[in-house]
């Protein structure tokens, strides 16, 4: 919405004051509707949308106070002008504080009138969008969207959504590179009881030392060389919301102590500066790698550990999940033919038989990194083994070998290129019979072919 296409309800019982108020909305730009009192002005927003309400205070029945009331009590999320003749302005700060944006003045000034307007238009969009992106990560980090059907993931998530109602416990998330440590710490954010979405992340493996102690806590002006200007930390940013410590093994062990103090505590200080700040935050760290192991090599504090360690969540890595590969696959395939705009009608068996054959050393993140690439080389048909870009072993372990392959795997003793197709279909069930001990049931499972093609052949 351009500000100047807004329209704008006038409200207001004096018919002259109602006229110069319609013709200096159209003046700037806006389309202006108006109406002779609040009754009449109830009706309208009953009946269409508004983008805005300009209404005088004072009218009789419904007053500016008893409209802006009932636009309250619709729900409506619009904003509300009150006007005021001059010198009343105890009565505009009344109605501010029952929900109105702002006031205006009698006589209107065209300058003061439009900024107003386009302050109130602005705020109002701006809060839209926010609420807009806040329904959005709801409805994308929840525990309904973490994929599962693995009984320890189960155990985690079931966890996790106990912890989310005690706001002020210290939650540590352990899990490799890559199997969704971040979602399941946003999705603990989301279902906490009472939280706003407030998410802060740190990856305290990507700050220079140097600059680690500033990013967290902040620094008040002329702290040191180069702060010129005070500035707020991360712990600050989180305020009644949730801070993630990323890789918090990495954390220096200097700053360590301090984080410890800061949970003891439940209060920080600013570099340079002398005012204990509440912490007013949930603190949920994560971790790649084995904490209690950095403890008994000295580089991580144990009372720190202890202290950060209250309710540890641990994350299986997709390797001893594999019952979840194919309803993820689905589920990212779903996202990308929105994200990328192209019609995926999925993926084929072979190209499957390859996804579960490889281990994914890269966890979730690189299973759908994967099929991002497989996605965009695809020409719309199915996803083949071909788009995955697999290593070759994990093409090996997979049911779509061509003639080489076969060759390296099972060992022939002919060249693969100077072999028709019966011939190598041959000598692969020969092989693959004398590796079973002759059990044709076990080698057919093996290939997984009708036991009755050892007797084609």
């Known amino acids: 919405m351009d500000i100047p296409q807004a329209t704008i309800l006038a409200v207001d019982d004096d018919e002259t004051s109602l006229r110069i108020l319609s013709g200096c909305l159209k003046l700037l730009g806006f389309t202006a509707v108006t109406a002779p009192g609040g009754a009449q002005a109830l009706e309208l927003l009953r009946q269409r949308e508004f983008d805005l309400v300009i209404s005088d205070l004072y009218m009789p029945g419904i007053d500016g106070i008893m409209l802006l009331k009932e636009v309250r009590n619709l729900d409506m999320n619009i904003p509300f002008i009150v006007v005021t003749a001059c010198g009343s302005i105890s009565s505009a700060v009344t109605a501010m504080r029952q929900g109105a944006d702002d006031y205006l003045e009698k006589p209107y000034n065209p300058d003061t009138l439009q900024l107003t307007v386009q302050r109130a238009l602005e705020y109002h969009r701006a809060l839209s969008e926010n609420r807009q992106i806040k329904a959005y990560l709801q409805d994308r980090f929840t525990f309904q969207n973490i994929i599962t059907v693995c009984p320890a993931m189960r155990d985690t998530l079931e966890m996790a959504a106990k912890v989310a109602s005690y706001p002020y416990t210290n939650v540590a998330i352990y899990g490799e590179s890559g199997t969704g440590k971040e979602v399941l710490a946003r999705a603990i954010h989301f279902a906490s009881t009472g939280m706003p979405t407030r998410f802060v992340a740190v990856n305290c493996a990507a700050i220079p030392e140097q600059l680690m102690e500033s990013e967290l806590f902040g620094h008040v002006k002329g702290a040191f060389t180069g702060a010129d200007r005070e500035r707020e930390g991360k712990f600050s940013q989180a305020r009644n919301g949730t801070l993630l410590l990323d890789e918090i093994g990495d ?207």
């Open 251 to 457: 954390m220096p062990l200097l700053l360590q102590a301090k984080l410890l103090r800061t949970l003891q505590e439940r209060t920080f200080e600013k570099i340079g500066g002398n005012e204990s700040i509440p912490l007013a935050c949930r603190v949920i760290v994560a971790t790649n790698v084995n904490l209690a192991q950095r403890v008994e090599a000295g580089s991580f504090r144990e009372d720190l550990y202890h202290r950060i360690n209250v309710f540890p969540l641990h994350i299986p890595p997709l390797r001893e999940r594999k019952d979840d590969i194919r309803q993820i696959c689905e589920h990212v395939m779903a996202d990308l033919q929105q994200h990328l705009g192209k019609s995926l009608p999925g993926i084929s068996q072979k190209a499957m038989d390859a996804i579960l054959g490889y281990d994914w050393p890269g966890n979730v993140r690189e299973l759908r990194n994967c099929l991002e690439r497989a996605a965009i080389l695809t020409s719309g048909d199915l996803i083949r083994p071909e788009h995955l870009c697999l290593p070759p072993e994990a093409q090996q372990g997979s049911n779509f070998q061509d003639a080489e392959s076969l060759h390296v795997t099972y060992n022939l003793k002919v060249p693969a290129q100077s072999l028709s197709l019966a011939s190598l279909t041959s000598q692969i069930l020969s092989r693959t019979l004398e590796n079973c001990l002759g059990n044709k049931s076990k080698a057919a499972k093996l290939l997984k072919i009708d036991r009755k093609m050892f007797y084609r052949y």
